[in-house]
Structures are given as structure tokens and as C-alpha cells.
């Protein structure tokens, strides 16, 4: 637990924080949450955006894989689970804010 809270929002071309970790020295562990952390933020309603359908938010994903900061296996595993997450997506979906 404490890879994951230290280090999910490094980026792995190391433009995240808190300590701009790099590719080599970011846990897998917080790789894979940093992607569903992202695609939660995206897919889900916030009081200044509406939520983005999941599709629309896997594209955005990929392109962050293209820009260098999502480990490309951890976003693909999720777009080859894309029907599982818009189900979880649709049921989860907060209630309107």
C-alpha cells in the first residue's frame, strides 16, 4: 500500500510528484493505479465536467501512454477489459452532484 500512495501520481517520464519518479522506479503496483485512477477521474461526474464516456476516456489514456506517462501494458489491460469497466462505470456511477 505504501508504493501505491507514494507513488501514484508519478508520470513515467517523470513529470509527476511528489518526487518525480521515473519508468524504472515506479512500482508496478502503482502503475496500475495510477492508470485507474485517471480513468475513474475521467469517467466519472466532478462539480466542473460532466463524465466522459469510456470510450472517449481510453483514447485519452493511450494518447497519455503516446506522451510517455502510462505504462502502455497497464492501459492496454484495461481497453482489453473495456466492456467489464463500462459495466462497473454504469453501476458504480455516483449519484448526480
Known amino acids: ?10 508520470f513515467l517520464d517523470g513529470s509527476g510528484y511528489p518526487n518525480g519518479l521515473t519508468a ?9 493505479v495510477t ?11 466532478r462539480p466542473y465536467k460532466t463524465p466522459w464516456p469510456v470510450t472517449d476516456a481510453l483514447i485519452e489514456l493511450e494518447r497519455m501512454v503516446e506522451a510517455g506517462k502510462l505504462d502502455a501494458e497497464c492501459v492496454a489491460s484495461l481497453r482489453n477489459q473495456q466492456a467489464e469497466a463500462s459495466e462497473i462505470v454504469a453501476r ?3 449519484e448526480q452532484l
Do not use: Y
Open 1 to 10: 500500500m505504501l508504493n501505491i500512495v507514494a507513488c501514484h501520481h508519478e
Open 24 to 32: 524504472k522506479d515506479i512500482p508496478i503496483e502503482a502503475r496500475i
Open 35 to 45: 492508470v485507474a485512477d485517471i480513468f475513474d477521474a475521467l469517467t466519472s461526474e
Open 92 to 94: 458504480f456511477r455516483d
